[in-house]
């Protein structure tokens, strides 16, 4: 996805490896700080164990101190990261003798992941209003803007997001939670734009059925 | 209600949501996701929660990485660049 003839060395990666290079440790902290959650959701897209994920962004983050004084800036700072990672997670499961898993981010059209359970629809074939709903979507209640800032939507959002698959985890996570635009996850991924659609789109259907269910359960207390 | 050829159904309608709310729908898709919401109050409200879902997920406070983490790697960070200089 990146362009290799275009440097993407940003004003503000001049900086942090500048500042890397000087031995400024409020900059690699910071680094770490932005970088870790990401980075360790991309692991997880490689190694199913947590542990290992771990070690595997630990490794990469010693490859990242010991490799910036080579660092070109042929690319971003972050890809070059992300790429670091991506080595060693694949290094990682051939030493452990795990197959390289086909691509966490692969997702194949027609994979059955449908937004809404289909059984909420009228048949796609009936007489009556074909497609539309028939069981509709909840109604979250005159409190529902209140709720949604409380502690107890968020630990809903938060479990939802755990059982989703890591590689729509990981998008969610850096789209919705960390703030990032679309062109930067598809950067940092190398995923296309349509597969980052793919896999944010079934992470947050996933994540509103669950606030759904929340609602409904709340309303009958 | 007759559909039209080129009318949405709900069912359709939920699974172009995204594509949606990112502006990454045609001009035409986009008239008829508009024109389907403007008659459907089901899928009107559906939009309106993923919003709520999304603005909800944004709230979600990480907190920072433990110094479990952190500080091993400084000590790392530490030493090399002692033997850089």
């Known amino acids: 996805m990146v ?37 360790l959701g991309l692991a997880q897209t490689f190694v199913p164990s947590q542990a290992v994920a771990e070690e595997v962004v630990q490794d990469t983050w010693i490859a990242v101190i010991k490799g910036i004084d080579r660092f070109e800036g042929r690319s971003s700072l972050r890809t070059w990261v992300f790429r670091i990672l991506t080595y ?4 990682r499961g051939e030493r452990e003798r795990r197959s390289i898993p086909m691509s966490a981010f ?41 709720r949604l800032l409380g502690r107890e939507t968020q630990e809903v959002i938060a479990s939802a997001m755990a059982t989703l698959a890591p590689a729509q985890r990981l998008v969610m996570t850096l789209r919705d939670l960390e703030g990032w635009g679309s062109d930067d996850v598809c950067a940092a991924l190398e995923i296309s ?25 709340a309303a009958r207390v | 209600m007759t559909a039209a050829s080129d009318d949405l159904a709900c069912i359709e309608l939920v699974e172009l949501v995204t ?18 919401l403007s008659g459907c109050d089901s899928c009107t409200a559906y939009v309106e929660q993923m919003r709520q879902t999304i603005a909800a997920a944004g709230r979600l406070t990480p907190g920072d990485v433990p110094p479990s983490i952190v500080d091993p790697l400084l000590a790392i960070f530490r030493a090399s660049r002692r033997t850089e200089s």
Do not use: C
Not at chain 1, 88 to 91: I, L, M, N, T
Not at chain 1, 111 to 138: I, K, M, N, T, Y
């Open chain 1, 193 to 217: 734009p349509g597969n980052q659609r793919v896999l944010l789109h079934r992470a947050r259907s996933r994540v509103r059925a669950s606030l759904e269910q929340y609602f409904v359960e």
């Open chain 2, 19 to 36: 594509d949606y709310l990112e502006d990454a729908v045609s001009e035409f898709d986009r008239e008829r996701i508009e024109r389907h």
């Open chain 1, 106 to 146: 692969q997702t194949a059209p027609g994979q059955d992941e449908p937004a809404v359970d289909p059984s909420r629809f009228r048949p796609p074939d009936g007489s009556r209003s074909p497609g539309h709903w028939a069981d509709p979507p909840a109604d979250w209640g005159s409190d529902a803007e209140a």
């Open chain 1, 3 to 39: 362009d290799a003839t275009n440097p993407r060395v940003t004003g503000d990666d001049e900086a942090i490896v500048m500042g890397l290079r000087a031995g400024d440790e409020r900059v690699f902290i910071d680094l770490v700080q932005r970088y870790q959650r990401p980075l």
């Open chain 1, 88 to 91: 060693q997670a694949k290094s």
